[in-house]
């Protein structure tokens, strides 16, 4: 609020709940109650299986603060390929549209628009997942909401054309592991519809939800005794046996 109302503080209302709460100091009406507990609960951990889960759960394995080990996995999420992804995708969304004139998209025009961005070298943000193998739930569940709150919304229609036409070319072009889209091909465009357009802001967002997930697991780390996690140590010859191996 400092930075983007002016200092103009709504003190909580501690009779809500969490999501609800934030959407009332936010100013904001329903339904972005509900979309505040849909975008806390996706954000909220990976198994600690990305950067910032695992480094709350690394510096948290010294008995550091919880305090502290959360803020290091914050500064792991401030980093653009982990908690910059929604608003790099909502950035490459809006000028796909400048550069269409605005046009309802339609499968050819995606068709075409897709099959010229990826020839040109470039990749179709939003799309792919390091781990998953298919459509990442929790894009499904922000795709359910904008179904029933946002259809007509310009940008969802292209997040909605993109869904249908991607993927089959990601698969025909056959470089994709994973041709899904992933929870980042459309979080940043519902709060952008919200009035949400702080592009900086999204990141704390994430990290208001991750905060659930990881200070959840350090409770129960430290009720089961976790020990203390070391990074593997690998000597030269260790290396080059592990290369010999995958020459073979």
Avoid at 36 to 57: M, P, Q, W
Avoid at 210 to 235: C, F, H, M, Q
């Amino acid at each position: 609020m400092l930075k983007y109302k002016n200092d103009t503080l709504i003190p909580p209302d501690y009779s809500l709940d969490l999501g609800a709460n934030f959407a009332h100091m936010m100013g904001q009406d329903a339904p972005y109650d509900d979309l505040s507990r849909l975008y806390f609960i996706l954000h909220s951990d990976h198994e600690s299986g990305n950067a910032s889960a695992h480094t709350t759960h690394l510096v948290a394995s010294t008995l550091a603060d919880p305090y502290y080990s959360l803020s290091a996995g914050l500064n792991a999420l401030a980093g653009p390929l982990h908690g910059l992804a929604d608003q790099e995708v909502l950035r490459w969304l809006q000028d796909v549209i400048t550069r269409l004139d605005g046009q309802e998209p339609t499968e050819e025009l995606m068709k075409k628009f897709v099959w010229e961005t990826l020839n040109s070298g470039q990749v179709i943000p939003g799309f792919g997942h390091a781990v998953l193998r298919k459509t990442d739930p929790r894009y499904q569940s922000q795709r359910e909401f904008c179904e029933k709150h946002l259809p007509n919304d310009k940008i969802f229609k292209y997040v909605d054309m993109l869904y249908k036409v991607v993927p089959d070319i990601l698969v025909e072009q056959g470089k994709a592991k994973n041709p899904w889209p992933n929870v980042d091909a459309q979080s940043g465009v519902i709060q952008w519809f919200y009035g949400i357009t702080e592009y900086d802001f999204y990141t704390v967002m994430f990290g208001v939800g991750r905060a659930i997930g990881v200070l959840a697991n350090i409770t129960w780390d430290r009720a089961l005794g976790y020990a203390l996690e070391r990074p593997k140590s690998l000597t030269t010859a260790m290396l080059e046996d592990i290369a010999k191996k995958s020459q073979a």
